[in-house]
């Protein structure tokens, strides 16, 4: 059974606290960050689901043009920044962390897994 964002989250802080870094500023609020990230991925992404991929505008006088859902362009650009927010986070684990390198890649596992789902 696949794990929910929440139960990946929390997997992702007990390993920020194994590494001892669970309270640096730079890693809480970008940890943070990513998971204001990941919900609204989550919203525009079912805002998709209902409203299909193609939306209708109609203009004054009834006349009507399709368009792309404009929610679908603003989910590629929430993932490509939540994306780069991983990136970060696994950087800042890396540069914080006094633990081996193993145990940095586990971490960016758990990281790399929230982001799929």
Do not use: C
Request: hydrophobic fraction near 30%; avoid cysteine.
């Amino acid at each position: 059974m696949a794990k929910t964002l929440q139960e990946q989250a929390q997997e992702v802080l007990q390993q920020a606290e194994e590494k001892g870094v669970q309270t640096n500023f730079f890693f809480r609020t970008t940890f943070k960050r990513y998971q204001v990230q990941m919900q609204i991925l989550t919203e525009l992404e079912k805002t998709i689901k209902e409203d299909g991929t193609t939306v209708t505008k109609e203009y004054v006088k009834g006349r009507q043009n399709i368009y792309t859902n404009p929610a679908i362009s603003e989910y590629n650009k929430t993932a490509t920044a939540a994306n780069g927010t991983v990136s970060t986070l696994i950087n800042i684990v890396k540069s914080l962390a006094s633990e081996p390198e193993e145990q940095t890649s586990k971490l960016a596992q758990l990281l790399r897994e929230v982001d799929d789902e």
